[in-house]
């Protein structure tokens, strides 16, 4: 499945039917009246959030959603049918922004959430409802109120409890492919994971969701690399898993560069919770791991977990300490109220 967390839609809700001119034409009663009946109301654009995607790709393709309009009253006081809703289905986590991308109008952060954004048009009146004392037969008619439209854009922000950052090649995917059941690519280069990653961790008798998104070198926030456009879908989680690769010729350097390009991104991430290990120890001897990790720990001020992706030293610890800050389970990305599992996260 291709991945796809941005798209501009255009959306459009239905004009009210228009009303009815009828009157009374039935044998051995004089002087009827009106009985034209209203026009019915216009279809909704209705945006819904459910379980089970994770990409806005559908929206490539099908880029307008136009809701019908109203039927027409009729006589003998017959109201025209309403338009059928336009029910438009979106990933949790999916904020629905105005076209200039400057106001969010809607966030989608749990299944089932349901908003009625573009109101249908209320039907005209039929000639029926004009009749006074003073005008006992009425010829004008309402012709539907008009519904309204607007382009917007779709922006999906995963929502995960645990998110990776770090450099490229620091050891993120082999990390998330360790701990979760995600089949992240990992190779020999820069950059191969071009989209995010989800997976869900089973640690502990606990489960949380892990996110992994594409490294982050020097310049992202300008645009150098991929840039810093997936940052976006981490900033709902609860805690960051800092990873530092043990083989950089600076480790401190790599930490102040990831931590420059996620304040220059703004959003809050800078202060959330960071858990700071330095992975690929087992390239490495017991002296150069000391030292590396008391430069990466003056560093960045918080204790530095050695650890090992690939051969599975001490991911046990992290994991303890991504626990430790993503709290109780109840109320976790994932479960429902009662602590069961409310979303099932499959890797993309």
Known sequence: MHFLDQAKIFVRSGAGGAGAVAFRREKFIEYGG???????????????????????????????????RGAGGSGQNMTGAGGDDIIIRVPVGTQVLSEDKEQVLADFTAPGERVVFLRGGDGGRGNASYKTSTNR?????????????????????????????GMPNAGKSTFI????????????????????????????????????????????????????????????????????DA???????????????????????????????????????????????????????????PISGAAGTGVDWVLDKLLEAIGPGPGRVGEDDEGEDAIEWSPL
């Not at 645009?223 to 940052?231: M, Q, T, V």
Request: glycine share 12%; charged share 25%; aromatic share 6%.
């Open 247 to 305: 083989n950089d010729k600076d480790v401190a350097e790599s930490y102040r560069i990831v931590r420059d390009e996620l304040e220059a991104y703004g959003g809050g991430l800078i202060d959330k919770p960071v858990v700071v290990a330095l992975n690929k120890i087992d390239t490495l001897d017991d002296e150069l791991i000391a030292a590396l990790s008391a430069e990466l720990e003056e560093a960045s001020g918080a204790e530095v977990i």
């Open 137 to 165: 037969t009425p010829r004008q008619h309402g012709t539907g109120w008009p519904g309204e439209e607007m382009w917007v854009w779709l922006r999906l922000k995963l929502l995960a409890d645990a998110g990776l950052v």
């Open 34 to 68: 009106p009985n034209g009946g209203s026009g019915g109301k216009g279809g909704d654009i209705i945006f819904e959030a459910v379980a089970g995607l994770n990409t806005l790709i559908d929206f490539r393709y099908t880029q307008h959603f136009r809701a019908p």
């Open 177 to 244: 492919n360790a701990v979760t059941n995600a089949q992240a690519k990992v190779a020999a280069y820069a950059f191969t994971t071009t989209r995010p990653q989800l997976g869900v961790v089973r640690h502990r008798q606990s489960e949380f969701v892990v996110a992994d998104i594409p490294g982050l070198i020097e310049g992202a926030a300008d645009g150098a690399g991929i840039g810093d456009r997936f940052l976006g879908h981490i900033e709902r989680c609860r805690v960051l898993l800092h990873l530092v």
